[in-house]
């Protein structure tokens, strides 16, 4: 069992920058692929933002955040993070820290229904 909380939500303008934490206990932390996602009011669906495998070795990134994301992982410190740039008001939303079903999986998995692990949610607000 892995048990997720994240932090560093918040209010920022446009352009800005956040950097989002998941705090992970458990003692399968390390052997599984871990992703950000997020969703936002009237979606059902969450958005894959980016993920990283359990080594740390692959990452990947939704089309709409690439190249302004970056995700990674501190394995000692059991943590995930998301550093975010060039923030724009359509990044609002409440984001996911999620950990996969599977262990030891050497890709990045998109769907929300490979991960079984979740946090409660951060939020994230970008003002114009």
């Known amino acids: 069992q892995v048990q997720l909380i994240e932090s560093g939500g918040g209010l920022v303008q446009s352009g800005g920058s956040l950097r989002l934490s998941c705090s992970a206990s458990g003692r399968t932390f390390d052997s599984i692929g871990m992703a950000w996602f997020r969703q936002t009011p009237g979606k059902e669906e969450r958005e894959f933002v980016g993920?990283?495998?359990?080594?740390?070795?692959?990452?990947d990134y939704g089309a709409s955040v690439y190249g302004r994301f970056t995700i990674s992982r501190d394995n000692e410190e059991n943590k995930v993070y998301l550093q975010m740039n060039n923030l724009k008001p359509e990044d609002s939303a409440v984001y996911y820290c999620?950990?996969?079903?599977?262990?030891?999986?050497?890709?990045?998995?998109?769907?929300?229904?490979?991960?079984?692990?979740w946090g409660q949610g951060t939020q994230v607000t970008v003002s114009s």
């Open positions: 999620a950990g996969d079903r599977r262990a030891y999986r050497a890709v990045v998995i998109r769907t929300t229904s490979d991960y079984i692990y």
């Open positions: 993920g990283i495998s359990w080594q740390g070795r692959n990452t």
